[in-house]
């Protein structure tokens, strides 16, 4: 089983910069794709970044230019750099990977982080 923690979040002022940070653990697992999401309270989770084993990424339309996600391999992380933040922007930031094992394929899972709050205030 796959195993994910977040950090990073915390306060920012519009324009602004945070960096989310996502460590992954286990054991004998391939990733498929590592991802970022949110959520404001009341509304539906979001996609806000999508990072493909191949390297491939997206973005939703109001991460586009703002946003990069990344990967580092030496600290098994999967990253979130948020730049030019907005009050808008204020949610629970979630980390999600679907990944696959020996035992287990073809099949897949997908497990989520437990969450860090970005709050974007003057």
């Known amino acids: 089983q796959v195993h994910l923690v977040e950090s990073g979040g915390g306060p920012a002022q519009p324009g602004g910069s945070l960096r989310l940070s996502c460590k992954i653990s286990?054991?004998?697992?391939?990733?498929?794709?590592m991802a970022w999401s949110r959520q404001i309270p009341g509304k539906e989770r979001e996609l806000v970044a999508h990072l493909s084993s191949s390297g491939s990424t997206t973005y939703s339309e109001p991460a586009k230019g703002r946003f990069i996600i990344s990967r580092d391999y030496r600290k098994s992380t999967v990253d979130l750099q948020m730049n030019s933040l907005k009050p808008e922007d204020t949610a629970v930031y979630y980390c999600s990977v679907q990944y696959t094992t020996p035992t287990m394929a073809p099949n897949r899972l997908v497990s989520w982080g437990q969450g860090t709050q970005v709050t974007v205030s003057v």
């Open positions: 286990g054991e004998n697992f391939a990733l498929i794709y």
